[in-house]
């Protein structure tokens, strides 16, 4: 008997080489352009939770390297709410207040408070650099509205990423209609000119899914060393189609989803090969009926109940799954 070994070569896709520093994020607009999400949505405080936004407000951070020298701009495009693209509740009655922050205690590392993720505990860290109020205005109902500009040594300084972070929230302060709106952060006020190297990042996402059943929207997740393995909260999902979570390692696994006006949640597993890296939680609507304007929470946690950062432009990039192929030997008569 003659045997012979076949190798199989092994196909890997090339993921880039990260850190937990910012330096290859190359977009600041949030959502980001992997994440094929139309826009966020803010309802006025005096909203129902079952249209799909839990708490009425929503935090943003901004990273700014640290040398970068310019001034910039915190951009909201359709600030206001009335027009095309927001969720009317009746008539336009509602009001929605965008803040800037930087300084101390604005870095969410540092001070967890900032995330405005502990109930009843006053997420308004920091020192106000700027805040409007915008009600059904129709010069601001597809356009862009620029807070700043600022320097970055306003913002507060993190040494692990070596940034200035800023923060924007956004209350809906009155009313009952859906603030839908998206940021760009941007050199200049009047177009679209990006920071090299600045990111953007939240604790909880609350968005828009498109009208179209073959749509998916993505979030990206970065997976730290030491996490060996996170709890997702889904929220208000309308069981509209399934919630899957791919990786390097991950080719698809799927997660319990929540019906109208609750929460779902499970335990998923981390694999060594997917620390360092993004997670990619892809939305997938159902395909037989289209659920209309549905809006979404969802929010992560590590082993041991630190939320986890939503990166609009994905540390590391897209993650892409990469099948190994093992080696086999061959035998022949």
């Known amino acids: 008997m003659k045997v012979n070994t076949a190798i199989f070569r092994i196909l890997i896709l090339s993921i880039l080489s990260v850190t937990v520093l910012l330096s290859d994020a190359s977009s600041q607009a949030v959502p980001g352009k992997d994440e094929n999400i139309p826009f966020l949505v803010t309802f006025g405080k005096d909203g129902e939770t079952s249209w799909g936004d839990d708490d009425f407000f929503s935090i943003f951070f901004f990273t700014i390297p640290k040398d970068f020298s310019g001034q910039f701009y915190i951009k909201v495009f359709d600030p206001d709410v009335g027009g095309e693209n927001d969720e009317l509740q009746g008539v336009w009655n509602s009001k929605t207040m965008f803040s800037v922050y930087g300084g101390k205690g604005v870095d969410p590392e540092k001070n967890i408070e900032s995330r405005g ?32 500009p600022f320097n970055p040594s306003e913002g ?21 209609d859906g603030n839908l709106y998206r ?7 009047n177009s679209d000119l990006p920071l090299e190297g600045a990111n953007a990042f939240t604790y909880k996402y609350t968005f828009r899914m498109w009208n179209d059943t073959k749509s998916i929207s993505h979030i990206y997740p970065y997976i730290d060393t030491g996490i ?12 509209d189609g399934v919630i899957l979570v791919v990786s390097t390692y991950k080719q698809g696994i799927s997660v319990p989803v ?19 890296k993004s997670l990619d939680f892809q939305f997938h609507k159902k ?29 590391g990039g897209v993650p892409v799954y990469q099948p190994v192929i093992g080696i086999r030997k061959v035998q022949k008569k």
Not at 259 to 275: L, T
């Open 117 to 148: 993720l502990l109930p009843g505990v006053n997420y308004k860290t920091g020192n106000l650099l700027a805040s409007r109020v915008f009600g059904d205005d129709a010069r601001y109902d597809n356009k862009y509205y620029a807070f700043g």
């Open 156 to 176: 507060d300084f993190n040494e692990k990423w070596n940034s200035y972070i800023f923060k924007i929230v956004c209350e809906g302060i009155s009313g009952d």
């Open 183 to 189: 940021y760009f952060l941007s050199r200049d006020a």
């Open 228 to 239: 060996v393995s996170i709890k997702q909260k889904n929220f208000d999902w309308d069981d």
């Open 258 to 276: 929540s019906g109208e006006d609750n929460w779902a949640e499970s335990k998923i597993p981390v694999e060594q090969a997917e620390i360092g």
């Open 287 to 315: 395909k037989e009926s289209l659920v209309r304007n549905n809006n979404v929470v969802i929010s992560l946690e590590n082993q041991r109940g630190d939320a986890l950062q939503f990166f609009s432009s994905p540390i």
